[in-house]
T-cell receptor, first 110, second 113 residues
Framework: EPEVTQTPSHQVTQMGQEVILRCVPISNHLYFYWYRQILGQKVEFLVSFYNNEISEKSEIFDDQFSVERPDGSNFTLKIRSTKLEDSAMYFC????????FGSGTRLTVV | GEDVEQSLFLSVREGDSSVINCTYTDSSSTYLYWYKQEPGAGLQLLTYIFSNMDMKQDQRLTVLLNKKDKHLSLRIADTQTGDSAIYFCAENGAGGSQGNLIFGKGTKLSVKP
């Protein structure tokens, strides 16, 4: 069964550093998403991406965040100047009808 | 705005049925989902229901949708200890080309032997 693949599974970074979280969506899907789950809280929508541009973003997705589809397969989330409160599980999803989620990247900012 | 509500905890005995309930606010939702999350793990799609359906059954799982009351439930028959996890209800609130999901806070299911 097709999967959404996320790398790395865990990332530890120093406060103030930039991180790039990577995702490979399912190949025939056209819509891509990033979500965030702070420990013990619910999953929150960050951004959706379609036709090589952002189609919607939440209040959380400010100038600290950016997304990119640098080639035909990868979909990345860049977080600049990381803060302690950016520590969370970040999920990528892709959709063609039904959303399929990756297994997530656990980001820890120290 | 759009919101999804779930009770936070449910405890059942092994072999009993579990029923997890969810209410949502966006009547334009096209799909409603149930995801399972085990400790430290990702989101596993359990099942989903299209908004023009009332019920969907998939092995031990039964989803009931009351669109008038905007109420969704997940019934797990013959609950096993391996079913212990957090269960998230989600709606496809925006539909169309956006389709970002709105999640509830999750119901933690504890199954006692």
């Amino acid at each position: 069964e097709p999967e959404v693949t996320q790398t790395p599974s865990h990332q530890v970074t120093q406060m103030g550093q930039e991180v790039i979280l990577r995702c490979v969506p399912i190949s025939n899907h056209l819509y891509f998403y990033w979500y965030r789950q702070i420990l013990g809280q619910k999953v929150e929508f960050l951004v959706s991406f379609y036709n090589n541009e952002i189609s919607e973003k939440s209040e959380i997705f400010d100038d600290q965040f950016s997304v990119e589809r640098p080639d035909g397969s990868n979909f990345t989330l860049k977080i600049r100047s990381t803060k302690l409160e950016d520590s969370a599980m970040y999920f990528c999803a892709s959709r063609q009808g039904i959303s399929t989620f990756g297994s997530g990247t656990r980001l820890t900012v120290v | 705005g759009e919101d999804v509500e779930q009770s936070l905890f449910l405890s059942v005995r092994e072999g009993d049925s579990s029923v997890i309930n969810c209410t949502y606010t966006d009547s334009s939702s096209t799909y409603l989902y149930w995801y399972k999350q085990e400790p430290g793990a990702g989101l596993q799609l359990l099942t989903y229901i299209f908004s023009n359906m009332d019920m969907k059954q998939d092995q031990r799982l039964t989803v009931l949708l009351n669109k008038k009351d905007k109420h969704l439930s997940l019934r797990i028959a013959d609950t096993q200890t391996g079913d212990s996890a957090i269960y998230f209800c989600a709606e496809n609130g925006a539909g169309g080309s956006q389709g970002n999901l709105i999640f509830g806070k999750g119901t933690k299911l504890s199954v006692k032997p």
